[in-house]
Each structure stands twice: as structure tokens, then as C-alpha cells.
């Protein structure tokens, strides 16, 4: 019973160590505490850049270039189209005294 609870616990310690030594933190805190400026993203992704590209370049995370993405997305969604101006014809076109 000992062993088995010794055994559980080293193969728990070991997975612990392995996602520790996978996951590099350098890189995951690539951007804390900085400001990203996202205009510089988004300039680097107009000119045709790729992710791994931008982030290497602007020594951010890749992360921070999808946030950038992202939110020049919903800018981009929650700016109305240009109106075309339609009234005067319209105006033009309906009967007066009605």
C-alpha cells in the first residue's frame, strides 16, 4: 500500500516537472507589464507579415498580435458604413401637398 501511494506521488511529482519544463514562461510573460502598441501590429499584418513574424520582430507574445487583431476586428464591426447620400433624391421625388 505504501509503495503504491510512493509511486503515485514520484509520477506526480514527474508530470509536474515535465509541464514545468515544457511550458517557458519567457515567453508567456513576453509582454507583462508593457504596453503593445497595436498599430504597429496591425501595420506589420497589412504588410502581408505572418504571426510568428510580427511577434518576433516586435518582441511581443503572438498572443498580444491576436488581441490586436481582435480588437481592430470589433473596431472595425462597430464603426457604421459610410451612408450614401440618398435623401435629396428622394425628397426630389415625393409629391408635394400629400
Not at 6 to 28: D, K, M, Q
Not at 42 to 71: F, N, P, Q, R, W
Request: charged share 20%; aromatic share 4%.
Amino acid at each position: 500500500m505504501v509503495i503504491r501511494k510512493l509511486a503515485l506521488g514520484i509520477a506526480g511529482l514527474s508530470l509536474a516537472v515535465a509541464v514545468g519544463v515544457g511550458f517557458n514562461p519567457v515567453n508567456a510573460w513576453a509582454t507583462a507589464g508593457q504596453k503593445v502598441e497595436c498599430d504597429k501590429v496591425m501595420a506589420e499584418v497589412h504588410a502581408g507579415k505572418k504571426t510568428k513574424e510580427i511577434d518576433k520582430d516586435l518582441s511581443i507574445s503572438s498572443s498580444s498580435v491576436y488581441k490586436c487583431k481582435k480588437k481592430a476586428a470589433a473596431a472595425a464591426k462597430s464603426t457604421p458604413p459610410k451612408a450614401v447620400s440618398s435623401a435629396a433624391p428622394a425628397a426630389a421625388s415625393s409629391p408635394a401637398g400629400h
